[in-house]
């Protein structure tokens, strides 16, 4: 079946690097996707990553994808406190439903 | 600017008494769809739209109806809410060409007592 499992908490130190990990189940699945929520507020697309690619750089942010173990990493460099949020991997599947993870809270400490 | 724009933002209501939440989107674009994210759970698909007049059931399509009459809007219809049903809502909407790239209005909270 389809499933996204994330780790629900992460904190580190604000200047570290964070690594959000995600492990999904569909192996048909062409695009990965990392969506960021502030408090309160809606979903942004932060980046995605198609299906043959292995890594994809965009300024802080880093997507890994491993495709064998079905796993997908985001490490955002120098993490800030306005980097403090909740990240979401998911998935697409062919209908072009989006399957989510829990959502991984980042807390990030001064 | 290109946006999904989604009414009301906050609601609380009773059980029972029907309810439709608006999503609107100005890309014109064909596909449209409905979640609902609830702590823990990360975000579940109500129900989805290829087009005008085609809908179908997502993953959690118990309790809830909705219509695609014009392009632009997707309203989600609640005929007889239940407390199980409070929830934040998102509506998206991205092109059939390229559904990989998702567009999600800001959300509905939902309270049902």
């Known amino acids: 079946g389809e499933d996204v499992e994330q780790s629900l908490f992460l904190s580190v130190r604000e200047g570290d690097s964070s690594v959000i990990n995600c492990t999904y189940t569909?192996?048909?699945?062409?695009?990965l996707y990392w969506y960021k929520q502030e408090p309160g507020a809606g979903l942004q697309l932060l980046t995605y990553?198609?299906?043959?690619?292995d890594m994809k750089q965009d300024q802080r942010l880093t997507v890994l994808l491993n495709k064998k173990d079905k796993h997908l990493s985001l490490r955002i460099a120098d993490t800030q406190t306005g980097d403090s949020a909740i990240y979401f991997c998911?998935?697409?599947?062919?209908?072009?439903?989006?399957?989510f993870g829990q959502g991984t809270t980042l807390q990030v400490k001064p | 600017e290109a946006q999904v724009t989604q009414n009301p933002r906050y609601l609380i209501t009773v059980t029972g008494k029907k309810l439709t939440v608006t999503c609107s989107q100005n890309m014109n674009h064909e596909y449209m769809s409905w979640y609902r994210q609830d702590p823990g759970l990360g975000l579940r698909q109500i129900y989805y739209s290829m087009n005008v007049e085609v809908t179908d059931k997502g993953d959690v399509p118990e309790g809830y109806k909705v219509s695609r009459k014009e392009k632009r809007n997707f309203p989600l219809i609640l005929e007889s809410p239940s407390p199980n049903q409070t929830s934040l809502y998102f509506c998206a909407s991205s092109s059939l060409a390229a559904t990989y790239e998702q567009y999600f209005g800001p959300g509905t909270r939902l309270t049902v007592t």
């Open positions: 569909d192996s048909s699945s062409t695009y």
């Open positions: 990553i198609f299906s043959n690619m």
């Open positions: 998911a998935e697409r599947s062919n209908t072009g439903k989006l399957i």
